[in-house]
């Protein structure tokens, strides 16, 4: 699977964002999908991560929670973060990724989408 995503942008703390991952492949439904993102300097760390086919649960890193939100259009191939009350730390490169099992590292990454959140 290629992925690829996009979104990001520079907006102010307390703003939002909504990244999405364009996935290719009549098989996307069957992978699992995160989202993960690496500040300068610092090594990468997942975001939310194993978002199950039907969308309906996945892990969040304790810095996001209930601020972000994972979720996946299966229809379209797509998985989205929506990313509210953002703060300065959260400026990253945002990675969408996908693996084809749960016992498994990530195995597809995409490009990376930059994500600036300015005080």
């Known amino acids: 699977v290629q992925l690829q995503a996009f979104g990001g942008g520079l907006v102010q703390a307390g703003g939002y964002l909504r990244l999405s991952c364009a996935a290719s492949?009549?098989?996307?439904?069957?992978?699992?999908m995160g989202w993960f993102r690496q500040a300068p300097g610092k090594e990468r760390e997942f975001v939310a991560r194993?978002?199950?086919?039907?969308?309906?649960?996945?892990y969040y890193a304790d810095s996001v929670k209930g601020r972000f939100t994972i979720s996946r259009d299966n229809a379209k191939n797509t998985v989205y973060l929506q990313m509210n009350s953002l703060k300065p730390e959260d400026t990253a490169v945002y990675y969408c990724?996908?693996?084809?099992?749960?016992?498994?590292?990530?195995?597809?990454w995409g490009q990376g989408t930059q994500v600036t959140v300015s005080s």
């Open positions: 194993d978002i199950s086919w039907s969308g309906d649960s996945a």
């Open positions: 492949g009549r098989t996307f439904p069957s992978y699992i």
């Open positions: 990724a996908a693996k084809r099992s749960y016992v498994v590292e990530y195995e597809y």
